[in-house]
Structure formats: C-alpha cells, structure tokens
C-alpha cells in the first residue's frame, strides 16, 4: 500500500523560502506515468492545487503560483520537494502531497497534510 | 477564484439522493475526464469517482458520477450521516496546462 506522508516546517517568516518534502513509502516515484504532486488548503477554504512532477522530471505548475514554485524529486531517495518563494500570509495552510495515475487529475493517493503558517 | 463552479452548499435528508453539479467549460470538463474528492472534516479528501463514472474499489455504489458536454455530476443515494462532507470536482485544463479544482461543495445530510 502506497503511503506519502509530508514533513517541513510548521512556521514561515513572511518572505522566506518554504521547503517540504515527501517522503513515499510502498512503491517507486519513478514509475512512468505517475504524477507526484502538492496541493493545498487555507484554514475553511477549498484545494488549491499547485503543481505536479512526472516521468522524472517533467512539471507543470499552477499559473498563478508558477513565478514561486519549484517541485522537483530524489529518485534515489523516493521522495519529493516543494519549494514555495515569497512566502506570505495569504499561504498559510495545510499542504497535501499527493500521487496521481492516468492523468494528473486523478489522485489516488493523499499524505494526511501538514500545515504551515506564514507569520512573524 | 476556480474555472469550475460548483454550488457552495446543498442538503437533503437521510435515505435520500443528492446530486452536486460541477460546470466548466470546453477546455477543462468539455474535453477531459473529471474525477470526484470528499473530504471528511479534518480529513485528507478521498478519490470518490474518476474518469467521470468509474468508481475505486472501495467506494459504495451509493456513489455515482457523469458528465454531459462542459459539465460533470456527482450522485449520492441512500445519504448517511457519515456522508456529510466537502466534495470537489477536479479535471485537467488544456489551457491552463493544469489541474483545475472546483470550489467544493459542503453537503449537509439533515
């Protein structure tokens, strides 16, 4: 059984650098076709969804987070990495690190979530 | 603010069936599958549906999704107590070259 589960930080200054990572347990992030990805949700509010890494090593990201993110991933270490710049109040949530197959919409798999506050 | 609009809130009794829309337009639900999330309070979200009708294993028939044109919905029958949650509708966008989530929809069984 497929396990992702997040660690990084509970706490961001306001500007600073978030960095999380996945850490995946039961099979490989390098199988072709599988998308391993993050999302998030601010307190009360609906998934944002935030990027994806395939093939190892092919992105996309959400336009209006792309200035910002960089995911990128340890095939050795089957893990994978979010980076977020520039952080802000307005990104204060949960993070979900997930994994998709037969496309990037379909998530089958969701680490329980991590929250991180943007604050001084 | 989403591509996909979903309703913010619908409720019905138990026993009953509800049905939660999700609108879109030809980029998104118009050309590509959409899956279906509940997410429980407190909870990771659960794939409920993807591929527009096709339902994980685990998921009860209660559980049902469709799509016509731009727009995909998600039926629950025989509601439950338990079923009271947050649904979102979720499909890939050709323009955005991304994943687009709608708002979600909070189901309140009364």
């Known amino acids: 059984q497929l396990q992702l589960q997040e660690s990084g930080p509970g706490l961001v200054r306001p500007s600073e650098t978030l960095s999380l990572t996945c850490i995946v347990s039961?099979?490989?992030?390098?199988?072709?076709?599988?998308?391993w990805g993050w999302i998030r949700q601010p307190p009360g509010r609906g998934l944002e969804w935030i990027g994806a890494?395939?093939?190892?090593?092919?992105?996309h990201y959400n336009p209006s987070l792309k200035s910002r993110v960089t995911i990128s991933a340890d095939t050795s270490k089957n893990q994978f990495f979010l980076r977020l710049n520039s952080m802000t109040a307005a990104d204060t949530a949960i993070y979900f690190c997930?994994?998709?197959?037969?496309?990037?919409?379909?998530?089958?798999?969701w680490g329980q979530g991590t929250l991180v506050t943007v604050s001084s | 603010q989403s591509v996909l609009t979903q309703p913010p809130s619908v409720s019905a009794a138990p026993g009953q069936k509800v049905t939660i829309s999700c609108s879109g337009s030809s980029s998104n639900i118009g050309s590509h599958f959409v899956s279906w999330y509940q997410q429980l309070p407190g909870a990771a979200p659960k794939l409920l549906i993807y591929q527009n009708d096709k339902r994980p294993l685990e998921i009860p028939d209660r559980f049902s999704g469709s799509k016509s044109g731009t727009s995909g919905t998600l039926g629950i029958t025989g509601l439950q107590t338990g079923d009271e949650a947050d649904y979102y509708c979720v499909t890939w966008d050709s323009s955005l070259i991304a994943v687009a989530i709608g708002g979600g929809t909070k189901l309140t069984v009364l």
């Open positions: 039961g099979g490989p992030i390098s199988t072709n076709g599988h998308y």
């Open positions: 997930a994994k998709s197959g037969g496309g990037a919409d379909t998530i089958e798999y």
């Open positions: 890494i395939y093939n190892s090593g092919n992105l």
